[in-house]
């Protein structure tokens, strides 16, 4: 007996891990304060790089968590938040994302301006290893990979639940006021 899955497919997970379908129109104008960075892992995570034309799956989260610990500390944030508007777009449901909603997240978890140099490097050096190490084809629209030497060491892609609680464990460890799991000093003990 086949099932019929196209309505789960059809389904977005949002905020706090709920379930609202893809044609709801409500998913267009989710509020910056409902998306959570639990949400953007979880997008990034299960997003194949390079849109599936990798021999393995390897996600987003994997590669912006790599491209966090390339850079120097200052711009570890901006390489982690790499992917942001592909998950936005996901979470949000929308052909248009709203450029101002957008920006709203990024500044909501600590990202605003240009992308640091440090960043684009890291991503550049990334894609090449990528490349060599996943048997992707060969990225002739971006000539700079040719001229990038990929890492030495090879890379393990990693399956999504690993890959995503790397991806938020590196947030807070880089933005730890924001933690919920943290005890704040002012809660006394109960």
Avoid at 11 to 27: L, V
Avoid at 118 to 124: E, H, I, P, T, W
Avoid at 170 to 180: I, K, N, S
């Amino acid at each position: 007996m086949k099932h019929d899955y196209s309505g789960l497919r059809a389904a977005r997970r949002i905020a706090h891990g709920k379930i609202r379908p893809a044609t709801d129109p409500g998913n267009a104008t989710m509020p910056a304060d409902r998306v959570r960075i639990e949400d953007i892992a979880h997008v990034l995570a299960t997003t194949w790089c390079f849109a599936g034309q990798t021999k393995t799956f390897y996600s987003l989260a994997q590669h912006d968590y790599l491209a966090s610990v390339m850079v120097p500390a200052q711009d570890a944030l901006p390489a982690l938040l790499l992917d942001i508007e592909e998950a936005l777009r996901q979470l949000l449901a929308s052909r248009e994302t709203n450029g101002r909603t957008t920006a709203a997240i990024r500044v909501k978890f600590g990202v605003s301006g240009a992308l640091p140099s440090s960043v684009r490097d890291a991503d550049l050096i990334l894609r090449a290893t990528e490349q060599r190490d996943l048997e992707r084809p060969r990225d002739s629209l971006c000539p700079a990979l040719f001229q990038v030497r990929p890492l030495s060491l090879k890379l393990q892609p990693l399956p999504p639940i690993v890959a995503k609680h790397l991806f938020i464990d590196r947030y807070y460890e880089l933005r730890p006021q924001a933690d919920p799991r943290r005890r704040h000093p002012e809660e006394g003990v109960t």
